[in-house]
């Protein structure tokens, strides 16, 4: 199950895993300045009102690191080991933060020995409490059950989630054969259609229909589905029920109709202006917190290439609605790296890439000059990557709907980098697509914070940098 929060899909499971998360967070504190002061006079500061907020204060950032780290994604593939590692960093990021409250507000003072303790706490039970919670969601009673009406190609989409986290919020109980399906679906699961749609899916206690028919014209059940509907059991497309367990729009499944009926793709003057006044403060900001590792990236290449050699960057992109200009960065390869003037994908291990470029990429240290590009209009700070013109035409002439992923301004960070690693081919430009289309239909400013604050994982970690 889930619920739809400031335009984004929320699992219900890992909403409440944050919510447990928080509170034992926030108790871990006390449970620290018990064993350290002595359960009496915990009690006596937490009656006077004296310790409540820095228990607040530490629970709000540790859940900010936590999900900083991706540990409240549903694409989160770490084992044992990595899921502790992260929820460390999560609760480093977290002391982190708190001494910069700290010290920006003297007032408050805590023991080094008090928050040290606190964060050992809420590591452990935070540790402990997720693995209760992997052993309790992977069992069935936890998740919707799922008909799927339809076994052909289209339904066939849905064997792609094959993997036990990809069905972690739901079970396909069968799929029942339309007419003109050439059916696809795996046998076991395949059942006869009932003479009674709603008897039967009451019967086997059906959350969900998602309709999945090769040919809607033939044989569409419209009166059994509204029966169904109206006794409470949702009613979904295909498109809708991938786009909300996948984070992405299944172009294969996806018509146009769907994109022009459908929810989403609105954007009014009021979240355009809120939009644009948070990129100037936000860029503004991280422009004065990164001027100290700016000055550095600019010391390193002068140093390793010569201090003729150029710093930064220029190279023609697609802006919004098909705009070209020229986005900032710092040089990461050789000054000659496209000498014949065609434009290539970058690759792995491309031995293109200079030392300096290639710790600068990993690190992203050479996004920041594009804060100026921010500043002036041509990028927001969340969005699609920018593309070059060379290989937007190609795209557009081989991937459908590529074009609409210029409605909006590309962006420093976005969807698509959080879920895909480096696209460097035609294939790669389509799946990254379907993440970019799923940010255009969805964003809001709260999704645009939450996308910040997991871009902290992506850096720190290093992931799909080339």
């Not at 984004?8 to 449970?31: D, G, K, Q, S, T």
């Not at 915990?42 to 820095?54: D, I, K, N």
């Not at 606190?118 to 452990?124: E, L």
């Not at 919670?133 to 064997?159: C, P, T, W």
Request: proline share 5%.
């Amino acid at each position: 199950m889930s619920i739809r929060l400031f335009n984004m899909h929320i699992r219900l499971p890992i909403a409440l895993l944050a919510l447990v998360e928080a509170l034992l967070f926030f108790f871990a504190a006390y449970f620290a300045a018990a064993i350290l002061l002595g359960a009496g006079a915990t009690r006596v500061a937490t009656r006077s009102g004296e310790f409540w907020p820095t228990a607040l204060l530490f629970a709000g950032l540790a859940s900010v690191g936590t999900f900083a780290m991706g540990l409240y994604s549903t694409r989160q593939r770490s084992g044992r080991i990595g899921l502790a590692m992260r929820v460390l960093a999560a609760h480093l990021v977290a002391v982190a933060l708190c001494a910069l409250v700290f010290y920006v507000f003297p007032d408050i003072k805590v023991s080094p020995r008090l928050l040290g303790l606190t964060v050992g706490v809420a590591v452990v039970s935070s540790l402990i409490v997720r693995l209760l919670f992997e052993r309790i969601m992977d069992q069935n009673h936890f998740k919707r059950r799922v008909l799927v009406y339809g076994a052909g190609q289209r339904a066939a989409s849905l064997l792609a989630l094959r993997r036990r986290v990809d069905q972690r919020g739901f079970r396909i109980v069968a799929f029942i054969a339309a007419e003109g399906d050439n059916v696809s679906a795996p046998g076991e699961r395949l059942t006869e259609r009932p003479d009674d749609l709603f008897e039967w899916s009451e019967r086997h206690e059906i959350d969900e229909i998602v309709v999945a028919m090769d040919d809607r014209r033939q044989g569409f059940p419209l009166h059994e589905f509204l029966e169904c509907r109206l006794a409470g059991i949702e009613i979904l497309e295909l498109p809708t029920f991938l786009e909300r367990e996948t984070g992405k729009l299944r172009l294969d499944v996806t018509s146009p109709s769907w994109f022009i009926f459908g929810e989403g793709f609105r954007a009014s003057p009021l979240q355009q202006g809120l939009e644009r006044g948070f990129d100037v403060i936000a860029s503004s900001g991280l422009l004065i917190v990164s001027l100290p590792f700016m000055l550095l990236t600019v010391l390193a290449i002068k140093f390793e290439d010569g201090w003729s050699a150029p710093v930064l960057y220029r190279q023609r992109r697609v802006g919004q609605h098909g705009r070209v200009f020229d986005v900032m960065k710092f040089r990461s390869m050789g000054v000659d790296a496209e000498k014949p003037g065609k434009a290539q994908w970058a690759t792995a291990n491309d031995p293109r890439v200079t030392r300096v470029g290639s710790v600068i990429r990993k690190t992203r240290l050479d996004e920041l000059p594009q804060l100026f590009n921010v500043l002036r209009g041509d990028m927001s700070f969340v969005g699609p990557r920018p593309e070059r013109p060379e290989f937007v035409e190609q795209l557009e002439q081989t991937i459908p709907y590529y074009r609409e992923r210029h409605t909006v301004k590309p962006g420093i960070t976005g969807w698509a980098q959080l879920c895909y690693p480096y696209g460097a081919s035609e294939k790669d430009a389509l799946e990254k697509l379907q993440y970019d289309l799923y940010y255009v239909k969805n964003r809001s400013l709260v999704f645009d914070l939450a996308i910040i604050v997991q871009t902290v994982e992506v850096v720190l970690w290093g992931k799909g940098a080339r």
